[in-house]
């Protein structure tokens, strides 16, 4: 038995009034998932314990069946984990953005972009070097991630600042988290240090003469210690992998003792290699047990309200992540339980995650023998013990209300994946 997980960041949202009151998930065209639906079981899912902060570090470490009360110590060092970073106990990690800031004469600072126009890696590795060279002492370093994403290792003790995710702030007044941030000498040196490095270098230069965002400053979030979480094999007994552009993402697979596949051009973006994780995925489950599955690009549109572009990402992981890993499936001829769904919804009206339990699905290939078509979404008839419906936010409700269905955390949700209880 093969299992997998396969997870569109971000894809749930809110009505929209430009689309007649439907959420983009619901004006999507989504055959594969449809199919899913109609034919699997479909539920909801608490991502998010109450009191923890809805992003993707909690909602995905739920996915891959921890309980964030026990295990989660910090975005950060997830993404130190993927990037080879080996904390100690005396080290502190920090999300570090590289962001697009204005500093107007009220004193009044906001945030244009929490990416930098997602920045390439190729120039950000550039700018992360300059911070190195410039700012690095025996307290702070930078070590450079993907695109806009960074780190910022901090040794010993260390002045506490309140942060924020700079993703929560797109287009808004920051002044009083950033003066908040400045509060202490020794964060504000390092932030005006950022600043003059990054505003007067060449990246930058050359960046706002092609109508670029520049990246003219660092956003600090995040932050946190080393985790120390059991395996998947040492819990359920399982190998497996882990296929995402995203290091945060990457972390939690290190830590969960999966295989990291790096699949070239994957971006996290809307111009990800789609086909090339597809693959992967397939590829992957020829020797293991299991795959997690990760696209990030609903949730970027989400994040900078993009309607149009949210749709794209939802049938792109529709049409090139769902439908060739199924199709894939079916033709090897190995049995296989898959779950479908997303880790947050990140509502275009509000650019940022919110808690809501999400739609999943549960298909069991023993049970179901989808056609899945051509990918025009043709629909299918519902089977005996198949929701009979397409798969949105709506219809996830609709079922929990109809048969009190959800699943009230990760842990309990990749048990009923596994089908059977954890190990001890």
Not at 286 to 294: A, E, G, K, L, P
Request: hydrophobic letters at 35%.
């Amino acid at each position: 038995m093969k299992y997998l997980i396969l997870v569109g960041d971000g894809m749930g949202d809110l009505p929209v009034a430009e689309l007649n009151n439907r959420t983009p998930l619901e004006a999507a065209n989504t055959p594969f998932l449809d199919s899913l639906c109609r034919q699997g079981e479909l539920f909801l899912t608490h991502t998010i314990p109450e009191g923890y902060p809805p992003g993707s570090d909690v909602a995905n470490l739920s996915l891959l069946g921890y309980r964030p009360e026990e295990y989660y110590t910090g975005r950060a060092p997830l993404e130190a984990a993927a990037m080879g970073i080996t904390l100690s106990p005396e080290q502190t990690a920090f999300r570090c953005n590289l962001v697009t800031l204005t500093h107007e004469p009220d004193n009044q600072v906001r945030m244009i972009d929490y990416s930098a126009g997602h920045i390439s890696s190729d120039e950000s590795h550039q700018l992360i070097a300059a911070l190195e060279e410039g700012c690095a002492t025996n307290t702070f370093h930078f070590h450079a991630g993907v695109s806009y994403r960074h780190i910022l290792l901090v040794q010993g003790d260390y002045p506490q600042m309140h942060t924020v995710p700079p993703h929560d702030f797109t287009g808004k007044d920051v002044s009083a988290p950033w003066t908040r941030y400045r509060e202490n000498p020794q964060w504000a040196a390092l932030l005006d240090k950022a600043q003059d490095i990054l505003t007067n270098h060449p990246i930058n230069t050359t960046r706002i003469a092609a109508g670029k965002n520049p990246a003219n400053g660092i956003w600090l979030w995040g932050e946190g210690k080393l985790p120390t979480m059991p395996t998947l094999a040492e819990r359920f007994g399982i190998t497996g992998s882990l296929i995402s552009a995203v290091d945060l993402l990457k972390g939690l697979g290190v830590n969960a003792g999966l295989s990291i596949v790096n699949v070239p051009g994957a971006t996290g973006y809307l111009d990800t290699n789609y086909a090339g994780k597809a693959q992967a995925a397939l590829d992957s489950l020829r020797c293991q047990d299991f795959v997690f599955v990760h696209v990030e690009a609903p949730d970027e549109t989400g994040h900078q309200g993009l309607l149009r572009e949210k749709i794209q990402a939802i049938e792109d992981f529709d049409l090139k992540i769902v439908g060739p890993i199924l199709q894939g499936l079916q033709a090897s001829g190995e049995d296989f339980r898959l779950i479908a769904t997303m880790d947050h919804h990140t509502p275009l009206c509000l650019r940022t995650h919110t808690a809501t339990p999400v739609p999943t699905i549960l298909y069991d290939s023993r049970q179901t023998d989808p056609d899945c078509g051509d990918g025009r979404g043709r629909p299918n008839t519902a089977r005996d013990g198949g929701s009979g419906l397409p798969f949105s936010e709506r219809s996830g409700e609709a079922e929990d209300k109809r048969l009190h269905n959800g699943i009230a955390n990760g842990e309990l949700l990749m048990e009923k994946l596994l089908e059977r209880h954890k190990h001890g």
